[in-house]
């Protein structure tokens, strides 16, 4: 029988001669089992996983992106656009732009009526808008309505510049439909091109 072999206390355990391969992913576990053991391998499409994870990240994210509730203020503008919207100010608070969004987003079914059109200049100013039509249906054969522009009244600016209030109009203005805004008693756009008063 052979002696046992002292253990030396203190001296350090040998490296190992081969290196850990490098750990699973989502990516690395679909290799083929003939490349599975290959480290080189696995860590360079390790590389490409963690690029991937990036991505999908980013990709998770893309709902509150689009939802008006949560998106940065730059996307509700533009989301804003896909309304037909052509300028929500960027000065405005977020609330306010959202709440913007969600009001003309509501007000598509009506969009190009008098009823649609009084409504988005409401929801621009917070004022009531009267809007007057002179417009009508007519059947074949009847003469075509009188002359008259679409007129919009309001009392005061309300919480738009002038400039915000014809954009509106301009935006929901039935196709075709000449109009004049007035605001206290006084035209402030005429969409003919007649001076204002």
């Known amino acids: 029988m052979s002696a046992p072999v002292p253990a030396t206390r203190g001296a350090p355990a040998a490296a190992p001669l081969v290196r850990a ?8 576990d679909q290799l ?21 994870d990036g991505l999908r990240e980013r990709i998770d994210g893309i709902d509150h992106a689009l939802d008006a509730t ?15 919207v052509r300028g929500i ?12 969004v969600f ?3 509501a007000l598509l079914v009506d969009r190009g009526t008098k009823a649609g059109l009084r409504r988005a200049v409401e929801l621009v100013t917070g004022q009531a808008v009267l809007v ?4 009508k249906i007519i059947r074949e054969g009847d003469p075509p309505p009188g002359p ?6 309001l009392r005061t600016n309300g919480a738009a510049s002038e400039a915000d209030i014809v954009a ?3 935006d929901w203005l039935p196709a075709a439909a000449a109009a004049e805004v007035w605001v206290a008693g006084r035209r402030v756009w005429d969409s003919t091109g007649r001076r204002q008063r």
């Open 148 to 153: 008259g522009p679409v007129r919009i009244e």
């Open 103 to 105: 009001g003309f987003g």
């Open 89 to 100: 100010d960027p000065t405005l608070t977020t609330e306010r732009q959202r709440e913007l």
């Open 168 to 170: 509106a109009v301009q």
């Open 21 to 28: 391969p490098a750990t699973g992913g989502w990516l690395v």
């Open 132 to 135: 007057r039509d002179p417009g």
């Open 32 to 52: 083929p089992m003939c490349f599975a053991g290959d480290d080189f391998l696995r860590r360079f499409v390790l590389i490409f996983q963690e690029l991937a």
């Open 70 to 84: 949560v998106a940065p203020p730059a996307f509700v503008r533009w989301m804003g656009q896909w309304l037909g």
